[in-house]
Each structure stands twice: as structure tokens, then as C-alpha cells.
Nanobody, 127 residues
Framework: QVQLVESGGGLVQAGDSLRLSCAVS????????MGWFRQAPGQEREFVGT????????YYADSVKGRFTISRDNAKNTVYLQMNSLKAEDTAVYFC????????????????????WGQGTQVTVSS
């Protein structure tokens, strides 16, 4: 079983930065591709970004490209989401997710591919 715990959310002003962390335990972290998703009130969960198991490949939603950066530290079993130039429309609950990918260097945009999810962390951006 894989456990994911997000942290780092909070209330910030538009233009500010925030870094989310997702600590993973239970399995070999480097065997998992990771993704970040978000869900705003009344809206469906949407893809934010993803990173391959080694960290060599990343992909972002157009809405965050150039502002958000995903990274991972396999020695610390942690994936990060650095969010810069935050906008009010970035307000949402942010979730990290893990997909088993042993020996596969790739990433996944579709939430259905992810088998493990964290509980989410709230990010609120005031305008």
C-alpha cells in the first residue's frame, strides 16, 4: 500500500508563490510516476502536471505552464509543486497522485491511471 500526504497549502495573495510537498511511503518511490491535480468548488478534478519516476520528464497543463514546476527527490520520497505568480483561479484543493511505473520512464495526464491519492491540501489565492 502506498500512502501520500500533501502539505504546504495556505492562503496567499495573487502574485505570490507557494510550494506544495507530497511525502510518499509504503513502496519504492522511484518506481512511481507522480501527478498533481486540483479541484475547485463545484468543478471537476483537473490535471495540473506530472513527472516521470526519475524526474527526467515533466508535463503541465496549459493553464499553469511557465508558472508551476514539478520536481521530485527520490532520496526523500517526496514530490514538489512550486507555484509562482499565483492567480485567483488557482484556488483549489490540490492532490498528489502516484502511478506504479517500474522500469518505465513516462508520465500520465489522465487521473484514471493513478492508483494512489493523497487527501489534498487547500490553496486559496486572494485577488
Amino acid at each position: 500500500q502506498v500512502q501520500l500526504v500533501e502539505s504546504g497549502g495556505g492562503l496567499v495573495q495573487a502574485g505570490d508563490s507557494l510550494r506544495l510537498s507530497c511525502a510518499v511511503s509504503g513502496r519504492t518511490f522511484s518506481n512511481y510516476a507522480m501527478g498533481w491535480f486540483r479541484q475547485a468548488p463545484g468543478q471537476e478534478r483537473e490535471f495540473v502536471g506530472t513527472i516521470s519516476r526519475s524526474g527526467g520528464l515533466t508535463y503541465y497543463a496549459d493553464s499553469v505552464k511557465g508558472r508551476f514546476t514539478i520536481s521530485r527527490d527520490n532520496a526523500k520520497n517526496t514530490v514538489y509543486l512550486q507555484m509562482n505568480s499565483l492567480k485567483a483561479e488557482d484556488t483549489a484543493v490540490y492532490f498528489c497522485a502516484a502511478k506504479a511505473a517500474p522500469g518505465i520512464e513516462g508520465y500520465h495526464l489522465n487521473s484514471q491511471f493513478y492508483g494512489y491519492w493523497g487527501q489534498g491540501t487547500q490553496v486559496t489565492v486572494s485577488s
